[in-house]
């Protein structure tokens, strides 16, 4: 406890990806414990940055950009704990992590942002031997209830890892005004155009599948559908897609975009009836989570074995895998009123389960039984957190 109190910072974070730091740090301050943002200056003109009014209490000042090893694990002993994104802690130390115990490295947490588990982590080479070994001896990895994250981790045999649903990282804070649309229904399918055709797989594990939708949705509208598909020009097999589109006889249904800004992508979905995600990987990813929380039906394939392992409800999505079944969950979900109150049922969830109030609070367990030090803005002891844990 001693050796911890003269720590100038409660929480190190590094991991630019998406502005994942800025945000989970927003987060954390909000919770009453003093950060530190960590990037590395030589990458600098590739970093993100959130928008300046969703910061509350952190600000931009709390960004440190370094330009050594020595200047990050100078930061990293002036803190109590560290939380890297997709291993970038151990990655950006490379050797110097073997000295960890020595250097006095604090308690480290891994958060897996995705393709690091599924992929890297059974890849081959020494980065993915190297991430192994990283995330093996952290303190703890964090990830989510995905299908091929859990096979990784099966096979890789790793122990020191938490499984659970994360906070949303720009969960809009206040609900959706309902769409005043009226005749026909309007898809919206941001996804990148991805089903292995450009692309065998053999480095990665998942797609997007949306090849079955595309061809249950034509079918569709050859049964009667009265709807359009706005589409997104991105992917390595949007070529094959766009000519799945033009042999079906309707083109005039498929409205084709290139790459959207983020205020772009917000207004298409507040325009949308049905946002459609992916078919593959099993997991709800943030865009299918945005756009849950803004009242929007969400068509998508959840595995429900891992959906059941952090949720106490199943998410209220149109769930569908193979292409019959996206055909009649289509046909089935064929009025706005359906769609309707799906979406309000889904933005109610939302709120309940992957908000930062809530999300954060298994975290700062965890963080307070390794690091010993209890976060003032919570009234619990160590004991209850350990109670809890247990």
């Known amino acids: 406890m001693n050796s911890f109190s003269r720590k100038k910072y409660d929480v190190l974070l590094i991991g630019s990806l998406c502005a994942f730091d800025q945000v989970f740090g927003e987060y954390l301050a909000r919770k009453g414990m003093k950060i530190c943002i960590v990037r590395i200056r030589s990458t600098s003109q590739g970093y993100i940055t959130v928008p300046e009014n969703f910061l509350?209490?952190?600000?931009?000042?709390?960004?440190?950009?370094?330009?050594?090893?020595?200047?990050?694990?100078?930061?990293?002993?002036?803190?109590?704990?560290v939380v890297t994104f997709t291993g970038t802690?151990?990655?950006?130390?490379?050797?110097?992590?073997?000295?960890?115990?020595?250097l006095d490295i604090p308690?480290?947490?891994?958060?897996?942002?995705?393709?690091?588990?599924?992929?890297?982590?059974?890849?081959?080479?020494?980065?993915?031997?190297?991430?192994?070994?990283?995330?093996?001896?952290?303190?703890?990895?964090?990830?989510?209830?995905?299908?091929?994250?859990?096979?990784?981790?099966?096979?890789?045999?790793?122990?020191?890892?938490?499984?659970?649903?994360?906070?949303?990282?720009?969960l809009p804070e206040k609900p959706a005004q309902k769409s005043c649309n009226t005749g026909t229904l309007r898809y919206l399918h941001p996804s990148h155009l991805d089903f292995k055709v450009n692309d065998s797989g053999v480095n990665r594990t998942s797609a997007k599948g949306n090849d079955r939708f595309i061809r249950a949705?034509?079918?569709?509208?050859?049964?009667?559908?009265?709807?359009?598909?706005?589409?997104?020009?991105?992917?390595?097999?949007?070529d094959v897609a766009r000519e799945i589109i033009n042999?079906?006889?309707?083109?005039?249904?498929?409205?084709?975009?290139?790459?959207?800004?983020?205020?772009?992508?917000?207004?298409?979905?507040?325009?949308?009836?049905v946002i459609v995600d992916q078919?593959?990987?099993?997991?709800?990813?943030?865009?299918?989570?945005e756009a849950m929380a803004m009242g929007k039906a969400v068509m998508i394939y959840l595995q429900k074995e891992c959906m059941n392992m952090v949720y106490p409800e199943f998410p209220p999505v149109i769930n569908a895998c193979k292409?019959?079944?996206?055909?009649?969950?289509?046909?089935?979900?064929?009025?706005?009123?359906?769609?309707?109150?799906?979406?309000?049922?889904?933005q109610r969830w939302i709120g309940d389960n992957h908000s930062w109030e809530t999300c954060t609070d298994l975290f700062i367990i965890y963080y307070t039984l390794f690091t010993g030090h209890q976060v003032l803005n919570y009234g619990w002891d160590i004991d209850h957190y350990k109670t809890i844990a247990e």
């Open 56 to 81: 509350k209490v952190s600000s931009l000042n709390d960004i440190i950009y370094i330009h050594s090893n020595k200047e990050l694990v100078t930061l990293a002993k002036k803190s109590r704990a």
């Open 89 to 102: 802690f151990g990655m950006q130390l490379k050797w110097w992590w073997v000295f960890r115990r020595l």
């Open 107 to 170: 308690p480290v947490f891994n958060v897996s942002t995705g393709s690091d588990f599924m992929e890297l982590l059974i890849s081959k080479g020494r980065v993915a031997w190297f991430y192994r070994y990283f995330t093996k001896t952290c303190t703890l990895n964090i990830t989510y209830p995905c299908p091929y994250s859990l096979k990784s981790v099966v096979k890789t045999g790793l122990k020191n890892v938490l499984i659970t649903k994360f906070p949303s990282y720009f």
């Open 217 to 238: 949705f034509i079918k569709a509208l050859n049964d009667g559908l009265d709807a359009e598909c706005i589409i997104l020009d991105r992917g390595p097999d949007r």
């Open 247 to 273: 042999c079906s006889g309707y083109e005039n249904r498929f409205i084709w975009k290139s790459h959207l800004s983020r205020a772009e992508l917000m207004s298409e979905i507040m325009l949308a009836d």
């Open 279 to 289: 078919f593959d990987v099993g997991i709800l990813g943030n865009t299918a989570i």
């Open 323 to 346: 292409e019959e079944e996206i055909y009649d969950q289509i046909m089935q979900f064929n009025s706005r009123e359906k769609l309707c109150l799906l979406g309000e049922h889904a």
